[in-house]
């Protein structure tokens, strides 16, 4: 039996939250995010429609490899310093709307660690940002294979990772702290193989949307 309840959250929608563990008060913790129009899906347990995921890691540094070394050029690189790292990948169904709850989500949940041991969000920690486009999140093992049928087209993807980095944009620089502290945000290149060095503070956190 799949135990949930409804309530409203800082996005303003209302979303069903399902878990094997509660809180103190009874509550279950969110481990998924899905739409309200999936609710009896989850009532009859059968699995929600996802149109995103999302894999969130702190970091002390992170460096990614945008554009690989040629025979004239070198490799080249963006890096940020204390801050989260996100893995995005968007699915089938995926629009406008299921981005700005992506961004939203990402930028004011609670798991970066503070001096004091408190969980805060990236914007009032505040730290850096990268960005990562991962689309073998949207994967599913057949057998000895991955399968990636779930996957948006390369081309809507695009659009709406870009859509995204501007979303997220504007909520960092509309946040006095966080733009205050000269933090930065940075991004990864849609659609091309890259290369990531990252040093670590905690565990991952995957969504799904």
Known sequence: MVSCYISRDSLN??????????????????????????????????????????VMQQCLSARLQVKPPSDTEEAEYVEISRGTVIYICFLKGADSSTVEKMAKATMNVRLSESENGKFISILDLPGDVLVVPQATLGGKAKGKMMQYHSNIAKEQGLELYNAYIEQTRKILDG???????????????????QVLRMDTNGPYHYFEF
Request: proline letters at 2%; hydrophobic letters at 35%; aromatic letters at 10%.
């Open 175 to 193: 946040h006095a702290k966080w733009k205050e502290a000269a933090c930065t945000l940075k991004h990864g290149t849609y659609g091309n193989r």
């Open 13 to 54: 929608d209302f979303v069903v939250c399902n878990s094997k563990t509660t809180d103190a008060i009874g509550y279950h913790r969110i481990s998924t995010v899905v739409l309200v129009t999936d609710f009896f899906k989850v009532m009859a347990g059968e699995a929600p429609s996802q149109r995103g995921r999302v």
